[in-house]
Structures are given as C-alpha cells and as structure tokens.
C-alpha cells in the first residue's frame, strides 16, 4: 500500500558493479539466514494502531530505525576505515556514489558516506518542523512528503536521498562488509530482526524501491519463505 497515495524514487546514485565469482556471504548461510528473536510475523507490528495519528507513527518508527541502525553500525565502527572500505558498496556488484546539495555525486569511502547520512538524517530530526517534540505541535504531511517523495521542500537538501534509501544502503554494507564482525558480538539475530522490521514496515508503508533493495534482495527472500515478512 502507499501510505500516502505516492509512490517514488529518492535521489543519489548507485553505480552497477561488473559481477566477480565471491564466497557466499555469511549473512546468507545457515543458520545465520534464520536467525531472529521474534516468532512469528512482523504484520501486526507495523500496521497502523487504531486512533494513532499515521504520521507520529511514522515518524516514531523512522527515528527508531534510525537509532538502531546507529547503534549497530557504532559496535563495529571500528573496523569500517577508510583503508578496508575505500567506497561505500554492498558487495561486488553494488556501489555506492554520495550525493551533495549541488547534485554533484562523488565516491567517498565507507565511513565518511555513512557519516554523511547519518548527519543528514539527525539534522532533519533534530528539525522542529520534520520531527516535533513540543506539546501541541501537530505533525504536517508536507515535512513527511518532502522526506520520502524524490521532489523535496526547499527546506531539505534539494533532490536529496530519502531517509529509507539511505538507510537501506547502511544496512546493505553492513551486511555485506562487517557480518562476520556481527557473528563475533553475537548480534546476528537481534541485526537480523531490525533488518526484517525495516523490510516489513518499508512495505506496509510503500517507502521502499526494488531498486535499491537489490543487494538484500536474496536474504529478503529467505525471509519471505521464512513467513517472517509482511
């Protein structure tokens, strides 16, 4: 469904890598490809509660994602440098390009894109008329409009990418990059469940591209056959 009767795509590039003969992934073997700490399906989850405003809810969830994508990313910092992840990828075949505010893109290490994105999107949060915290404030479907919809108001970066896209790249890297590190920490299956909630929710809500979840798509599909998506 589209939560808002629209549907689009977000600005920023991803550059097609040529295909290379790789290793399976670790985040696609067993058991790690199974691992969750929710039975069950993420349905009930994400639809909308009854008498809940849809746009608290939506921005209620997307600071969450947003913080607990922080959260996991921060555990293993540490190991994405700008020498062991000179681009932002998602595997072979996927490639990043950041987007600045003259549409100008450039190839910029891991940590420095991810950095960027997570910037932007604390800037827009920590933005009064996106994200209101004051009592009496009423939430405007125009600030989420101009989030997600590729034409965004002038009070956001111009042609900016959308918070779900750039999140979902977030994701991509991690998975692709630093899994083995997340196997280390033991948190496979709590990143595993975040992942599932973010897919589940971006399709409830028509927030996500095929496009851009190219590089997650064969785990989304265990997922699907796992009954754990929406």
Same mark, same amino acid.
């Given at each position: 469904?589209?939560?808002?009767?629209?549907? &689009?795509?977000?600005? &920023?590039?991803?550059?097609?890598?040529?295909?290379?003969?790789?290793?399976?992934?670790?985040?696609?073997?067993?058991?790690?490809?199974?691992?969750?700490?929710?039975?069950?399906?993420?349905?009930?989850?994400?639809? *909308?509660?009854?008498? $809940?405003?849809?746009?608290?809810? !939506?921005?209620?969830?997307?600071?969450?994602?947003?913080?607990? +994508?922080?959260?996991?990313?921060?555990? +293993?910092?540490?190991?994405?440098?700008?020498?062991?992840?000179?681009?932002?990828?998602?595997?072979?075949? @996927?490639?990043?390009?950041?987007?600045?505010?003259?549409?100008?893109?450039?190839?910029?290490?891991?940590?420095?894109?991810?950095? @960027?994105?997570?910037?932007? +999107?604390?800037?827009?949060?920590?933005?009064?008329?996106?994200?209101?915290?004051?009592?009496?404030?009423?939430?405007?479907?125009?600030?989420? *409009?101009?989030?997600?919809?590729?034409?965004?108001?002038?009070?956001?970066?111009? /042609? &900016?990418? &959308?918070?779900?896209?750039?999140?979902?790249?977030?994701?991509?890297? $991690?998975?692709?990059?630093?899994?083995?590190?997340?196997?280390? *920490?033991?948190?496979?299956?709590? @990143?595993?469940? !975040?992942?599932?909630?973010?897919?589940?929710?971006?399709?409830?809500?028509?927030? !996500?591209?095929?496009?851009?979840?190219?590089?997650?798509?064969?785990?989304? /599909?265990?997922?699907?056959?796992?009954? +754990?998506?929406?």
């Amino acid at each position: 469904m589209s939560f808002f009767g629209i549907s &689009g795509k977000f600005g &920023g590039k991803t550059k097609l890598k040529r295909s290379a003969s790789a290793v399976r992934p670790l985040f696609l073997c067993k058991p790690y490809c199974d691992s969750s700490i929710v039975k069950g399906n993420f349905k009930t989850i994400v639809q *909308l509660p009854k008498y $809940v405003d849809g746009n608290e809810w !939506l921005a209620v969830n997307v600071f969450d994602f947003f913080s607990y +994508i922080n959260m996991f990313y921060g555990s +293993i910092s540490d190991f994405c440098t700008v020498r062991d992840c000179p681009c932002m990828s998602a595997g072979v075949n @996927f490639e990043y390009l950041w987007m600045d505010g003259q549409k100008k893109t450039s190839k910029v290490p891991a940590p420095q894109y991810i950095d @960027f994105v997570m910037n932007w +999107i604390q800037t827009l949060i920590n933005d009064e008329n996106t994200f209101p915290t004051k009592d009496g404030t009423r939430i405007q479907d125009a600030d989420y *409009l101009s989030l997600f919809t590729t034409r965004m108001l002038t009070h956001f970066p111009t /042609n &900016g990418p &959308g918070i779900f896209k750039q999140l979902t790249r977030v994701f991509a890297h $991690v998975y692709h990059s630093h899994y083995d590190k997340m196997l280390s *920490l033991c948190q496979e299956g709590h @990143f595993n469940t !975040l992942f599932a909630h973010f897919v589940s929710f971006g399709r409830e809500f028509d927030l !996500l591209d095929r496009k851009d979840i190219g590089p997650m798509q064969e785990l989304i /599909n265990i997922m699907d056959h796992n009954g +754990i998506l929406c």
